[in-house]
């Protein structure tokens, strides 16, 4: 068989293209005559179990079919991209063997529990004093604080979104944290 150029191509790319241009069945059958057999020994060498073998060598070939399209013969041969197939099928046979199987009883796939309705409402009245807090905050250590703690900005980040040098940035939050504390302190013992 030759292309345009006049090259001669393999025969095996020649049939792997007829099943990826026009689904040829009769191609199909002659690339998994060929490599079924071969595939499934290549796969015994590298410890695969008979079965597990043959299994592997069977998906191997169905993919060939469903992704002939994929195959492009200017990076490899058809050989080479069919036993590429088999070792990475291979690969994620032992994968998905060595993963955990999940057990349904473990504590950490539990979802949690509701909040009982008075922790709930506590939660809710934490965040009214929170919110209430922060606007007696001046402005500019409102905003390093918005920025650092609810938009996780970093410090040097802040600084630049500012343009301010990192160190103000940094006394502006631990004046804006002390004056948190002294607002919420006063807030939670009924102050006014």
């Not at 069977?58 to 050989?79: H, I, V």
């Not at 994620?92 to 709930?120: F, H, S, V, W």
């Not at 919110?131 to 996780?152: D, G, H, T, W």
């Amino acid at each position: 068989m030759s292309d345009a150029a006049g090259a001669t191509k393999q025969p095996w790319e020649a049939l792997l293209l007829a099943v990826a241009e026009t689904g040829d069945r009769d191609a199909f059958s002659r690339l998994f005559a060929h490599f079924a057999p071969r595939v499934k020994s290549y796969l015994l060498r590298q410890g695969s179990s008979p079965s597990q073998a043959e299994d592997i060598a069977q998906e191997t070939l169905a993919l060939l079919w469903r992704k002939a399209g994929l195959f492009d013969p200017e990076k490899a041969s058809a050989s080479t991209w069919i036993f590429r197939i088999a070792r990475n099928q291979m690969i994620d046979r032992i994968r998905r063997r060595k993963r955990p199987e999940l057990d349904p009883n473990d504590p950490l796939l539990t979802p949690a529990a509701e909040p009982a309705p008075d922790r709930q409402a506590s939660k809710q009245e934490d965040i009214a004093a929170v919110r209430s807090a922060l606007a007696e905050l001046p402005e500019k250590q409102r905003e390093v604080i918005m920025l650092s703690f609810f938009e996780e900005d970093p410090h040097p980040a802040i600084a630049e979104k500012l343009q301010l040098p990192i160190g103000t940035v940094k006394s502006r939050i631990r004046l804006a944290l002390a004056r948190l504390d002294t607002l919420l302190d006063r807030n939670a013992h009924g102050e006014s």
